[in-house]
């Protein structure tokens, strides 16, 4: 991956105190029974026995022996249950007495976790929430589009939202709810869920790597609890995860796809993981290969490494809290609009797509199955052709897009309505999209940036109430250009034709330039903090299909700087965290070529080795003074995790993040 360069390294000051991380939960696997007493399944005592979960979900009736079959091994218990009658014969008073029956089974239990699932997959785009048809958005605003799809909850659904609206202390379970498109994440918080689940693996969904960065952010911003439901289904087969007897799928997801999801999930934060229900052995009982892998998973995040799911996140996208927008993703969700794919792309949610193709490549091919010899044109595939492709043994890895990272798994979205208490779990804020600053949230970015906060601006998102934060007087003056240079290298290079608004700095000092002088970069210094305003219309081309090279560079040295670790080689999806006496990379190459490079690691005091705890072997490294280099070979379609372990001296700190990254001093 592309260094950025010496000179942006010297841009940022060492950030001041934020906020600490609570102690996490032990995290949670929970596995789903469906049907009528599906709790006495033969495989739930068998995956209890392997230790394949921790969690059991459960359908009604609600009745002591579902209480006692996990008890029996410290699981917790999750109802499925819809909190309103959808789509079924229950009536209310049916939905009452089962959820009466359940907080009884939770208040008669010690430590287990009780969780009333009462709203999976609420905000579908078809099915039983909505079978009178969804609310359509044509021609309303963003606002206006909220204001429908609330209002249509509360007048379809009034017992649910009375369930949602019962305080905590009154139940002895909690409120979950599995949820579909990422601009839905923040409503079902606001609603009054406690736990929520993106629903990860269905092809008409999105992919992972965004849907957590939404999820994650909203978690923090509501200041909830958050994890990933995995589904086994894929639509194009029109089957879940399924086997022959000699192991060939037949269809669903391959397990080395839902393995690779299993890792990133759990090192990206995801401290519950929901498996919708699946079939894991054979009808000998021997497992299959997903089996297999499920149980590798639950060993390596229950038992041998639950430490190792406690991401670094110094970096937050903040959008607008009406934008529904949801990143492209499978067949239906290609077009350039928002909101259930009503309302068409404003320049903003040009600049959220360009944004989030750079963040995370490839990401808009989930669920598509592009130059499959059983797909069309356009990625879409055949089922028949499919099925067929999988019955003669084809690799279905290489039809199962997942995208690479720039930045890891380790930025989330927020909203502008995230309050003072959200943004200091973050060391760099960028606005992104049709977003503007109202008097309370500029005040709250104000006083984060002056503890040590970075925050980046674009002119398009800037009124005249900022400037005063920006450092510069705007101007409506909009010109063109096709190159950028940074101030001291004086290399111009080439870009897009793009526009940008002419700004006067103020207090400002000019990072770059057009090729006729005028600022495309300036930074304000506030406290110990900084603010960034790029001038480029929303920081894309004038085509508006691509994220400027100096926007790119930019947001390039902010991000890499404020992690522990780095990535040197192709394109990968990683994640970088930490926990007490390790500093954990996460490498999962989701490509058919073995992956090569390097992970780089900042050096801290005490350091005594290097590990890959999937395998458990200790592993060579490089050291200087500053950072340690791991070289790392990753095989097609696999997970290696890096651990560099050290024993902290007591009086002594390593090296600052900010000063490590680059540093080649032995």
């Known amino acids: 991956m592309r260094l950025p360069s010496p000179f942006l390294f010297s841009c940022l000051l060492t950030l001041g105190p934020w906020a600490v991380a609570e102690v996490p939960a032990p995290p949670a696997f929970f596995h789903e029974f469906f049907g009528r007493r599906g709790y006495t399944d033969p495989q739930v005592e068998k995956s209890f026995r392997l230790g394949m979960m921790n969690g059991l979900t459960f359908s009604p009736p609600v009745e002591d022996e579902v209480s006692r079959v996990s008890g029996a091994h410290g699981a917790g218990l999750m109802l499925l249950l819809f909190g309103a009658p959808i789509g079924s014969t229950l009536s209310e008073a049916v939905i009452e007495k089962e959820r009466l029956a359940f907080d009884q089974l939770a208040a008669n239990a ?105 999820q994650r952010g909203a978690a923090r911003q509501y200041g909830r609890n958050w994890g990933v439901d995995f589904s086994s289904w894929r ?79 110094p970096t937050a996208i903040l959008i607008d809290h009406y934008s529904g927008f949801d990143p492209k993703h499978g067949i239906y969700n290609q077009q350039n609009a928002v909101w259930y794919q009503d309302i068409p792309y404003s320049d903003g949610d040009y600049m ?17 199955t592009p130059g499959a010899p059983f797909a069309n044109s356009s990625g879409v595939p055949d089922s028949v052709g499919f099925l067929s492709y999988l019955a003669s043994g084809g690799d279905p890895q290489l039809y199962e897009p997942m995208p690479s990272t720039r930045w890891g798994d380790n930025l989330d979205v927020i909203t502008n309505q995230a309050p003072a208490a959200a943004l200091d779990h973050y060391k760099l804020i960028v606005l992104v999209g049709g977003v503007q600053l109202d008097s309370r949230l500029r005040a709250d970015l104000r006083a984060w940036v002056s503890r040590g906060g970075i925050l980046v601006m674009n002119a398009s998102q800037s009124t005249s109430p900022d400037e005063e934060l920006l450092g510069v007087a705007l101007q409506a003056t909009r010109k063109s250009a096709s190159s950028s240079r940074w101030l001291p290298l004086s290399v111009a290079t080439p870009e897009a034709p793009y526009s940008y608004f002419a700004v006067q700095p103020t ?12 600022p495309l970069i300036t930074r304000n210094r506030i406290g110990a903090g900084e603010v960034y305003l790029t001038t480029p219309e929303y920081l894309q081309s004038k085509a508006r299909d691509r994220i400027l090279r100096v926007g790119s560079q930019l947001l390039d040295t902010l991000s890499n700087r404020l992690l522990p670790a780095r990535i040197s080689g192709p394109p990968i999806e990683y994640i970088v965290g930490e926990a007490s006496g390790k ?84």
Do not use: C
């Open 110 to 214: 010690s430590g287990s976790n009780f969780y009333w699932n009462l709203m999976a997959e609420w905000d579908q785009g078809g099915g039983a929430w909505v079978a009178r048809g969804r609310p359509r958005y044509l021609g309303l605003s963003r606002q206006e589009a909220d204001a429908r799809f609330f209002s249509y909850y509360q007048s379809s659904f009034p017992s649910l939202l009375r369930y949602l609206a019962q305080p905590p202390g009154q139940r002895k379970y909690q409120l979950a709810a599995v949820t579909d498109y990422v601009p839905n994440v923040y409503r079902a918080y606001e609603m009054g869920v406690e736990l929520q689940l993106i629903q990860r693996g269905i092809d008409e969904l999105g992919d992972l790597s965004t849907g957590v960065a939404f």
């Open 235 to 313: 639509t194009s087969i029109n089957s879940a995860t399924k086997y022959s007897d000699n192991g060939t799928l037949l269809g669903g997801w391959s397990h080395g796809y839902l393995r690779r999801n299993y890792y990133a999930a759990f090192a990206a934060g995801a401290r519950t993981i929901h498996n919708q229900a699946a079939t894991y052995s054979y009808p000998n009982g021997r497992l299959n290969p997903f089996g297999e892998v499920t149980q590798e998973f639950a060993d390596y995040a229950l038992r041998r490494h639950p430490e190792a799911g406690e991401p670094v996140v």
């Open 352 to 368: 959220l797509d360009n944004f989030f193709h750079l963040a995370f490549p490839g990401h808009s091919l989930h669920g598509l």
């Open 507 to 518: 207090q400002a000092e000019i990072l770059a330039v057009s090729e006729s002088a005028d």
């Open 583 to 666: 500093i954990i990379v996460t490498l999962i190459n989701n490509t058919a070529s073995e992956w090569a490079g390097e992970t780089v690691i900042r050096r801290p005091a005490g350091l005594s080795g290097v590990a890959e705890y999937l395998s458990g072997e200790t592993i060579g490294f490089r050291s200087t003074r500053r950072e340690v280099t791991v070289p790392v070979r990753v095989p097609r379609f696999d997970v290696r995790v890096i651990a560099l372990e050290y024993s902290p001296v007591s009086g002594s700190q390593s090296e600052p993040v900010l000063d490590q990254i680059g540093g080649t001093e032995p």
